[in-house]
């Protein structure tokens, strides 16, 4: 076994990485970037070595500097993790061609596999299911869209060179095949640095489903069964659970057969993820189609170790320290079921925009930090910890595990009920709407099933405003009761010798004016009127917040206020309402009209109008790269453009003025 490992990558998959080893008494190096100098996966490390600038392709995608940052520490290897480095077959034959350890497989499979065209070719070789497409090499535009024809719409563009939902975009008609192709190519090229596009069948109602493989050295392999991932948003996942609901013994012996020989077929080492296409047929019979190989640890892995009850961390460093799998077929089981969220910082309501920010709070829900058990949370940030635009969403990944599904399913939503973040945007209310819906509660998958429930998961307001205003009230009373002094001429709590004293609160709910009035009575007691509602206020203090009763509704209830925003969370959900100090905005003038600003950081990659053109309300207008993800800009209403403030390839902040709109004339 190694005494030494440098993890070439950064956030919660090195700070998984060094739990394990640190576990087997294998020390650990960290690298870093300068946005990352003071990060939790440095700390996690025994060493950590300074690699470059904030951005990727300054730090963690050079290659160069980890090799030698491993050489420098006396590392013996290098676990790429997931992402960056992971899959690029140079840096696995650098590290091989330097005397290191790559924790992964060779170098010729990673090559072999990396490319989803001759990969699929490679495949068809090997017996295993295709779907029906172009795999070729030929990238002339006007013959890819005539493959997409002879195929049929619907189609979908993919990356061949890529990964992660990247360069990826389904096509429904002929007319729209030109921009798609278009934008799939530059993405795949700021991604991956090959533009190169395959072209296959889009699979109607397909679910998403993949084989977990595991080689070693000396010619075993197998596979530790299946996860579901069909729950996704722009071809990248949201859930994902282990086993999968409705899969017969036969057709999980059939597709993990079918992953073996993939991983067969190009002398596979290490852990490694056959991802299939399983299309669900009216008779309810399915059929699976060969989709692409993952030569990595994939970031849904801790599903597959809750329902076998194994570390496939410890497996990696086993298999690349020389030793032979530690189980065989036969001894491999599966116990209870398991499901995995992505807790992301973004907006779920705006298209899921990636957010920025700083982690406020950051309150996560009771778990067994690494070790297998009912609830397990796997992070590479902290309280107070930044999230930049230079990395991807990704905050944290919840893991429950329970007997059956639906116990799994209960324990998830209560510990997402338990995570609390404020500072920015996330998706964790987005998630409990997931989990809750009727299709994911009765496993009716398919990766339309964001959309087929938009009904229930967008735009939802869980708390209500009598019972947001009433915890806002409840928090306001309590801080002030806290900061008051010993004489009773501090005290705060309305009393007064005559007549009844009426406060006056200024909210804001969803946009609108909420204004609401809480009556001092002589006993003591608190009247609250908000939104038409009327009735006594009561709470008490629990040990992590509010036991608040208003309205006929009682429950416990934590409140973070954060400038004037008070964030409400509850078992129901969770909410803002905005406590405006009417005082401090006195004389302020209003916001300046006919402007467009950047929603996030990143850079401009091209503008779709010029100035003098005339555009209508949600026509495009530019395109923004953040968060390795290319994202619309689109007008707020009708206009002129009066003038582009910044040219293709210009990195802008946040709120930067893109361009002028001038009212329409």
Known sequence: MFHKILIANRGEIACRVA????????????????????????????????????????????????????????????????????????????????????????????????????????????????VPGYHGAGQDPAMLKAEAGRIGYPVLIKASAGGGGKGMRAVDKAEDF???????????????????VLIEKYVQRPRHIEIQVFGDTQGNCVYLFERDCSVQRRHQKVLEEAPAPGMTPAMRQQMGEAAVAAARAVNYVGAGTVEFIVE???????????MEMNTRLQVEHPVTEAITGLDLVEWQLRVASGEPLPLKQEDLRITGHAIEARICAENPDNNFLPATGTLAVYRKPACTAFERGAVRVDDGVREGDAISPFYDSMIAKLI?????????????????????IVGLATNVQFLRHVVRSPSFAQANLDTALISREQA?????????????????VAQALLDERAAEGPDPFSRRDG??????????????????????????????????????????????????????????????????????????????????????????HAGEAHAEVGRLTAPMPGKVVSFAVKAGDKVSKGQALAVMEAMKMEHTIAAPADGTVAELLYVPGDQVAEGAELLKLAAPQ
């Open 280 to 290: 669900q047929k009216p008779d309810g019979t399915m059929s699976f189609f060969f």
């Open 178 to 196: 030109d921009a798609a192709l278009a934008s799939c190519k530059r993405e795949a090229k700021n991604s991956f640095g090959d533009d190169a």
């Open 456 to 472: 229930v998961l967008f735009h939802q307001e869980p708390l209500g405003l009598p019972l947001a205003a009433a915890a806002a």
């Open 495 to 584: 009393w007064r010798s005559h007549g009844i004293n009426i406060r006056r609160f200024a909210f804001e709910f969803h946009g609108e004016p909420a204004p609401a009035e809480l009556k001092y009575l002589h006993d003591g007691g608190l009247i609250l009127s908000v939104g038409g509602v009327s009735g006594p206020l009561q709470f008490g203090v629990t040990s992590d917040g509010l036991d608040v009763q208003y309205s006929g509704q009682r429950g416990a209830v934590t409140v973070y206020a954060q400038g004037e925003t008070d964030h409400v969370f509850a078992a129901q959900g969770a909410t803002q309402i905005l406590n405006i100090d009417l005082l401090a």
């Open 400 to 420: 429950v595990h329970g007997a059956t599904r639906a116990e799994a399913l209960a324990r998830l939503d209560e510990a997402l009920a338990h995570t609390h």
């Open 19 to 130: 739990a394990t080893a640190r576990r087997m008494a294998v020390k650990t190096v960290a690298v870093y970037s300068d946005a990352d100098a003071h990060a939790k996966h440095v700390a996690a490390c025994d060493e950590a070595v300074h690699i470059g600038g904030s951005a990727p392709r300054d730090s963690y995608l050079r290659w160069e500097k980890i090799i030698e940052a491993a050489r420098v520490t006396g590392a013996q290897a290098i676990h790429p993790g997931y992402g960056f480095l992971s899959e690029n077959e140079e840096f696995a034959q650098a590290c091989a061609d330097a005397g290191l350890v790559f924790i992964g497989p060779p170098a010729s499979a990673i090559q072999a596999m990396g490319l989803k065209a001759e990969s699929k070719q490679l495949m068809e070789k090997a017996g295993v299911p295709l």
